[in-house]
Structure formats: C-alpha cells, structure tokens
C-alpha cells in the first residue's frame, strides 16, 4: 500500500494570512505516460462529507476560490491557502488514487489562531 | 447534478453483517465506478472498495475477506455488504463516484454519510 503521511496534524493560522500544508507518499504517484500526479486534495468541514479541492496535484476543481492552490510532484505536495478565510476552518485530506488500495493522508486541521 | 445517498441500519450486532445501499439520483450510475469509503468518529478515511456497473469489483485487501458489493443499475443503486462486523467497524460510511478513467479516478460526489453502530 502506499503510505500518505501529511504535515502537521493540526494548524492554526490568522485570518488573511498563509496556511500550508503537506502531504508526502511513500512512493512517487507520477504517472509517467501522462505526467499527471495521481494525488487529490479534499476539505472537510464539520458534520459534511469530503469535498474535492485540487486534483492532479495542483488543477483546482471547478468552483473552489482561488486562494487554494496545490504543488507538487512525485512523492511531496503542498497545499496552500493563500489568504486563511473563517469558511476555510476544516480537516484537510490527501489522497493518492495511483495504485489500490487508495489511501488517504491522516488529516490536517486547520484552525482559527 | 448527481447525488448520492446512503441507507441502511444504524445498528448492527457484533458478528452480524453490516448492509448498506447508495441511490444514485440526477444521473446515470452507468459507465462510472462507485466505492464505499467510511470514517471511524474522530478519524481518517478508508477506502473499502469500489465496483464498476459491468459488476467488476477491487476491494482493500485489509477488508477484502468480509466485504461483498454489488450494483443494481436498473435502480440505479450500489450496495455494502460487510460480514462478521465487529466495534471497529463502527463509522460513518460514505459512497462515492469516481470516473472510469484512471487518471480521473478521485472521488466526487460523495453521499452525505451514514453512521454505522456495531454494538449489542
């Protein structure tokens, strides 16, 4: 299985001001045919299911603000939150969808400071 | 647009097989994979497995052993099935669409969630 490891476990940050978070895999999941890391981002806010924010490593899906954005490729990620808003408060997952079973990272919490 | 909800018993008893279904409204269930994914209270998520509506199934090979899915496309429902449940198996369980590409094989949308009690 591949291993997703975020980072930090929880996060707190100002309003208007940078959060980031990272997310590592144990193997690269770079698919080489295409170039397309198989790597998602997803928010969850409280008593709500995951929503989809990034795939592809960094292509935001439509509809998400452009404050988020995400980085990365191979076996390190980032996403970031350019200007922390109060809707932003949530739980934040990786995910690789490169091989099965697909994992998820263990969650960042990203809270109010 | 899509939506998808789940159902089935809150509670289950231990030893006893866990059952859910996933309705699929606003679109066709076709062409498309379905998974189950659930999330234990204050956890993280883990994807049980998915099948495709030719009935084509992966499953985690950590839960392989217990889980059955089938799908209903004339209903246009999924369904769980997970045999010998015990309390770790207590969660909110989510159904999911993936598309049948690899390279977009994230998940979305997902149902609301059910919460799933095994307890006596």
């Known amino acids: 299985d591949i291993v997703m490891t975020q980072s930090p476990d929880s996060l707190a940050v100002s309003l208007g001001e940078r959060a980031t978070i990272n997310c590592k895999s144990s193997q690269s999941v770079l698919y080489s045919s295409n170039n397309k890391n198989y790597l998602v981002w997803y928010q969850q806010k409280s008593g709500q299911p995951p929503k989809l924010l990034i795939y592809w490593a960094s292509t935001r899906e439509s509809g998400v603000p452009d404050r988020f954005s995400g980085s990365g490729s191979g076996t390190d990620f980032t996403l970031t939150i350019s200007s922390l808003q109060a809707e932003d408060v949530a739980v934040y997952y990786c995910?690789?969808?490169?091989?099965?079973?697909?994992?998820f990272g263990q969650g960042t919490k990203l809270e109010i400071k | 647009q899509v939506q998808l909800q789940e159902s089935g018993p809150g509670l289950v008893k231990p030893s006893e097989t866990l059952s859910l279904t996933c309705t699929v409204s606003g679109g066709s269930i076709s062409n498309y994979y379905w998974s189950w994914i659930r999330q234990p209270a204050g956890k993280g998520l883990e994807w049980i497995g998915r099948?495709?509506?030719?009935?084509?199934?992966n499953y985690n090979p950590s839960l392989k052993s217990r889980v059955t899915m089938s799908v209903d496309t004339s209903k246009n429902q999924f369904s769980l099935k997970l045999s010998s449940v015990t309390a770790a198996d207590t969660a909110v369980y989510y159904c999911?669409?993936?598309?049948?590409?690899?390279?977009?094989?994230?998940?979305?949308?997902w149902g609301q969630g059910t919460l799933v009690t095994v307890s006596s």
């Open positions: 995910q690789q969808y490169y091989s099965t079973p697909y994992t």
């Open positions: 999911a669409r993936s598309i049948a590409a690899a390279a977009y094989n994230w998940f979305a949308p």
């Open positions: 099948i495709y509506t030719s009935g084509s199934t």
